[in-house]
């Protein structure tokens, strides 16, 4: 019995299927994108529930989905061999701990007033990757990457100098993301059995402090009423339901494609902060973001001309 439709592709798309799968891929794809991009709303609706309760919520609840979703998949055995193999349950803790400082850590932004650093952050983060690839893989780095990390550089130390302090929030964010999916590229594990595991493996610790706020009578699930409680378990579908979209577009996207299209939830974050949060973006964040996007525009003008030469 199937709880989900399948995401997956098939292997080798005929010709006349090749069309209809990119635009299903597309929808997956703005989706996935479109969804992350307007969840600080939900955050900001909870924002009367501590950071801490939010993440430990969003872990038990999304626990049983994924669990659901690898029984689907018939991906149960896999995450029971993922826990018996130490080497890839080491990988696995290790990218546990750094998603949840992401998660945690981006929640605590939202909530305090600070999207646009959250943003921010996820703007960074593909020159990043780019960086961790030279640095740790020893990938060679072509002179328009230097010029795009160079640029986004500039923008941070910018921003250094003009606030007075690092923009520790997104550098936090974006650090520990890379960090995560290099973690997750040399983990023998498909995307849904990996989740699986991380959740699994925070589930104590979420499940510990739940109890602990509920003995001290701080526990936000029991007493923000009906509506407050129905929000903190649909944290669980929340979280996993645009990752299952995710999986959908990166089967049927190239990867020039999904690079692009994932600029969607900062974008959509940095309008959310300003228009509707009310967040200031004053001229010289806007000349710091300014050097960003250009390394930004520089690194996309890359990968479309590498995947352009490429298909060539």
């Given at each position: 019995?199937?709880?989900?439709?399948?995401?997956?592709?098939?292997?080798?798309?005929?010709?006349?299927?090749?069309?209809?799968?990119?635009?299903s891929g597309l929808i997956y794809g703005l989706s996935a994108y479109g969804w992350w991009g307007v969840m600080p709303i939900y955050f900001k609706v909870l924002s009367a529930v501590p950071p801490l309760e939010m993440l430990s919520h969003r872990v038990i609840?999304?626990?049983?989905?994924?669990?659901?979703?690898?029984?689907?998949?018939?991906?149960?055995?896999?995450?029971?061999?993922?826990?018996r193999t130490p080497r890839t349950l080491l990988l696995l803790t290790s990218s546990t701990a750094l998603i949840a400082v992401n998660w945690g850590l981006y929640i605590w932004a939202i909530v305090s007033g600070r999207i646009l650093e959250g943003s921010l952050?996820?703007?960074?983060?593909?020159?990043?990757?780019?960086?961790?690839?030279?640095?740790?893989?020893?990938?060679?780095?072509?002179?328009?990457?230097?010029?795009?990390?160079?640029?986004?550089?500039?923008?941070?130390?910018?921003?250094?100098?003009?606030?007075?302090?690092?923009?520790?929030?997104?550098?936090?964010?974006?650090?520990?993301?890379?960090?995560?999916?290099?973690?997750?590229?040399?983990?023998?594990?498909?995307?849904?059995?990996?989740?699986?595991?991380?959740?699994?493996?925070?589930?104590?610790?979420?499940?510990?402090?739940?109890?602990?706020?509920?003995?001290?009578?701080?526990?936000?699930?029991?007493?923000?009423?009906?509506?407050?409680?129905?929000?903190?378990?649909?944290?669980?579908?929340?979280?996993?339901?645009?990752?299952?979209?995710?999986?959908?577009?990166?089967?049927?996207?190239?990867?020039?494609?999904?690079?692009?299209?994932?600029?969607?939830?900062?974008?959509?974050?940095?309008?959310?902060?300003?228009?509707?949060?009310?967040?200031?973006?004053?001229?010289?964040?806007?000349?710091?973001?300014?050097?960003?996007?250009?390394?930004?525009?520089?690194?996309?003008?890359?990968?479309?001309?590498?995947?352009?030469?490429?298909?060539?």
């Open positions: 019995m199937r709880y989900w439709p399948s995401l997956s592709a098939p292997t080798s798309p005929a010709p006349a299927a090749a069309a209809a799968e990119h635009r609840w999304a626990m049983g989905l994924l669990l659901l979703l690898a029984r689907q998949q018939k991906a149960l055995g896999q995450v029971r061999e993922a826990l952050g996820y703007f960074i983060n593909p020159l990043v990757n780019v960086a961790l690839g030279v640095l740790v893989l020893r990938e060679r780095l072509p002179r328009a990457l230097v010029i795009a990390i160079g640029l986004a550089g500039c923008g941070v130390v910018w921003l250094t100098v003009a606030a007075g302090q690092p923009p520790w929030i997104a550098l936090a964010l974006a650090f520990s993301f890379a960090l995560y999916g290099l973690l997750r590229k040399t983990a023998p594990v498909g995307a849904v059995t990996g989740l699986a595991v991380e959740t699994l493996l925070l589930t104590p610790l979420a499940l510990g402090y739940v109890l602990f706020m509920h003995d001290a009578g701080r526990l936000a699930f029991t007493s923000g009423g009906t509506g407050q409680m129905l929000l903190l378990v649909a944290a669980g579908p929340i979280t996993a339901i645009p990752l299952l979209f995710f999986t959908g577009a990166a089967r049927r996207l190239p990867l020039s494609t999904l690079g692009f299209l994932q600029y969607i939830a900062p974008s959509l974050q940095l309008l959310l902060g300003v228009f509707i949060y009310g967040e200031p973006f004053p001229l010289w964040r806007i000349v710091g973001f300014g050097f960003i996007w250009s390394g930004l525009a520089v690194f996309v003008a890359y990968s479309l001309r590498k995947a352009h030469r490429r298909s060539a």
